[in-house]
């Protein structure tokens, strides 16, 4: 007595979702182990054609680009320099400047990580977001000396003012800001 599920053709049996198994594989030589498929390709869509290179998404369609990464690392050191601006000019506040500039270069070597992805090489994102943070708190501190002559009528040069104002903690915030933004970005 005979089966006669197994003398029945593959292409014949439905799976439990209605649709046809697929036939049994072609006979191939002893030495030939490639499949004939990729092993992903039961779980995609029927119908849909799979993009030439499944690896990333093509910039023009919104993928990572340098571009983005240094977009996403500008809008990021431009939300640190304003976290500067309120706590070291509004509020003089220095304690907390070192810890918004730790975030800040986070952040940005973070968003050009992100934005750039393996568009970049390792070596070039941390470059990117090295200087744009270092610009970001740069722009803090001059718009910082900026409010000090504007609302308190101070009389000295940038450098001047700022030493005077924060001393150490001004040299400080740019090396913990790049420590941070170059330890993210790689």
Known sequence: MTDERHEADPDSEPDPDG?????????RPPGNRRLEHAPGDRYRRRG??????????????????????????VIGAALGAALLFVLGALFSF???????????GRVVGLLVRGGAVDSLSSP????????????GVA????ATWGWAIAAQGARLGPVDYLADVFGPVLPLEYMVATLAAW???R
């Open 183 to 185: 330890w993210s970005a």
């Open 19 to 27: 649709d046809h198994l697929p036939s049994a594989p072609a006979a």
């Open 94 to 104: 220095s304690a907390g400047l070192l810890i918004v500039a730790l975030f800040a």
């Open 48 to 73: 849909i054609a799979a993009p030439a290179n499944d690896a990333a998404i093509p910039a023009e369609e919104g993928g990572p680009s340098p571009a983005r990464g240094v977009l996403f690392g």
């Open 139 to 142: 722009g803090a501190q001059v």
């Open 124 to 135: 070039a994102r941390v470059s990117v977001a090295v200087i744009i943070v270092l610009a």
